[in-house]
């Protein structure tokens, strides 16, 4: 089953808006990770949060993590057409090894 | 190679026949994972293999999924007697870290099993 779950299933916005996309899990993270994915290819990483971090920029990222309501955030700033994709988070639990994916959010960027 | 390779890109399989899906991970990656996608969703988790010891396969949804990696490095997927519902992309990711790093995907392999 999965981990995450992203929210909301689908965005559509203007370019030069902001996309913000959240991620709510259940269990106890060592890691929280975005992946991208446009259609038809494989899962890009974007960016790793640890556990024992509130806030993390890559580029025109942010990232977020609350771990006290087990939730995680990514905003993309001043977004482009070419940001359309697929966001995932992924979470990679305390006492294994795997790292589990949500359903993603479907974002659409608008020229 | 620079990067996770996966064969074939496309599998279209009857009911009922074995499929073989192959994945070779980045030069020196010690863990690599098998992931199911279906069309709209998420990748789902189906196993994990730390060199060739295959530490986690909860996630095969039956007896007629079988993961093998066994020299630590190509990995192959397989299914056997496979049904409709088999019919997804099924992702390859590798990482240099045992556990826990950031994951590098293949493109997949599409099986449509009619």
């Known amino acids: 089953s999965q981990q995450g779950e992203e929210d909301p299933q689908a965005l559509s916005i203007q370019e030069g808006e902001n996309a913000t996309m959240n991620c709510s899990y259940k269990?106890?993270?060592?890691?929280l990770q975005w992946y991208r994915q446009n259609s038809g290819r494989g899962l890009v990483h974007l960016i790793l949060i640890r556990s024992n971090e509130r806030e993390k920029h890559s580029g025109r990222l942010r990232v977020t993590l609350d771990t006290s309501k087990k939730s995680s955030s990514l905003l993309i700033t001043a977004s482009r057409a070419a940001d359309t994709a697929s966001y995932f988070c992924a979470t990679v639990p305390y006492n294994n090894n795997d790292m589990r994916f949500g359903a993603g959010t479907r974002l659409t960027v608008k020229p | 190679g620079a990067g996770v390779s996966q064969s074939p890109r496309y599998k279209v399989a009857k009911r009922g026949q074995d499929v073989a899906l192959r994945c070779d991970p980045i030069s020196g990656h010690v863990s690599l994972f098998w992931y199911q996608q279906a069309l709209g969703q998420g990748p789902e988790f189906l196993t994990y293999?730390?060199?060739?010891?295959?530490?986690?396969k909860s996630g095969l949804p039956s007896d007629r999924f079988f993961a093998e990696r066994p020299e630590g490095s190509v990995s192959t997927l397989k299914i056997q007697r496979t049904q409709q519902e088999d019919s997804a992309v099924y992702l390859c990711a590798s990482s240099s870290k045992p556990n826990t790093g950031e994951l590098f995907f293949g493109e997949g392999s599409r099986l449509t099993v009619l």
């Open positions: 293999f730390q060199n060739e010891a295959q530490l986690d």
């Open positions: 269990t106890s993270i060592n890691n």
